[in-house]
């Protein structure tokens, strides 16, 4: 139940928190959101939609990473989470991030197959560029990111078991630091 709870305060607390930021300084955000979180928790995904300018995309259906299932299994995982946070919605899901920043051989197919238009996982570069499909250029859109500004290896300190994801937690002044120095 306490491991529960805690995948229970973003929903609960942190998006009304982020919804009230945005709203007052007149920003407009993307929220990708595992299809199962929004199956959980409804209310923030109606918080969101209320807040009449965010876009919803997904981070598939369980936050299985795409290189552990089979094409079969990780096209009805995305197909899932697409048709539900579309329903839950009332938008068209045209973007994607994947668990953990990684991808299977068939992911960009995929993607493309079910009208995924963009995804945020690439690396290789610090603007938007549109993905090279088998050697040609494609209408796929790579938004690039970078771990600098993610906040899970900062905040993951090794208390998620089987996985130890990093090392200790680190301090909120620390954070501020690393993410304004960056900007």
Same mark, same amino acid.
């Given at each position: 139940?306490?491991?529960?709870?805690?995948?229970?305060?973003? @929903?609960?607390? &942190?998006? %009304?928190?982020?919804?009230?930021?945005?709203?007052?300084?007149?920003?407009?955000?993307?929220? #990708?959101? @595992?299809?199962? +979180?929004?199956?959980?928790?409804?209310?923030?995904?109606?918080?969101?939609?209320?807040?009449?300018?965010?876009?919803? &995309?997904?981070?598939?259906?369980?936050?299985?990473?795409?290189?552990?299932?089979? %094409?079969?299994?990780?096209?009805? !995982?995305?197909?899932?989470?697409? !048709?539900?946070?579309?329903?839950? +919605?009332?938008?068209? /899901?045209?973007?994607? /991030?994947?668990?953990?920043?990684?991808?299977? @051989? +068939?992911?960009?197919? /995929?993607?493309?197959?079910?009208?995924?238009?963009?995804?945020?996982?690439?690396?290789?570069?610090?603007? %938007?560029? #549109?993905?090279?499909?088998?050697?040609?250029?494609?209408?796929?859109?790579?938004?690039?990111?970078?771990?600098?500004? !993610?906040?899970?290896?900062?905040?993951?300190?090794?208390?998620?078991?089987?996985?130890?994801?990093?090392?200790?937690?680190?301090?909120?002044?620390?954070?501020?630091?690393?993410?304004?120095?960056?900007?």
């Amino acid at each position: 139940p306490i491991t529960l709870s805690q995948g229970t305060y973003g @929903p609960r607390m &942190g998006v %009304p928190r982020i919804l009230r930021l945005l709203d007052k300084y007149d920003l407009k955000a993307s929220f #990708y959101i @595992p299809a199962i +979180s929004a199956e959980r928790h409804p209310y923030a995904v109606e918080q969101i939609v209320a807040a009449g300018r965010h876009e919803i &995309g997904t981070h598939g259906y369980t936050h299985a990473r795409p290189d552990a299932l089979s %094409p079969e299994q990780e096209e009805e !995982d995305l197909a899932k989470s697409i !048709d539900i946070l579309q329903r839950m +919605s009332g938008q068209k /899901i045209r973007g994607y /991030i994947s668990a953990a920043w990684e991808y299977s @051989p +068939s992911t960009v197919r /995929i993607l493309r197959k079910l009208g995924i238009e963009f995804a945020s996982d690439f690396m290789d570069e610090d603007i %938007p560029y #549109y993905l090279q499909v088998d050697g040609q250029s494609s209408d796929f859109l790579a938004l690039p990111v970078s771990w600098t500004l !993610d906040d899970a290896p900062l905040y993951w300190f090794g208390l998620l078991p089987p996985t130890d994801y990093g090392g200790p937690y680190a301090e909120p002044s620390r954070v501020f630091e690393l993410w304004s120095s960056e900007f």
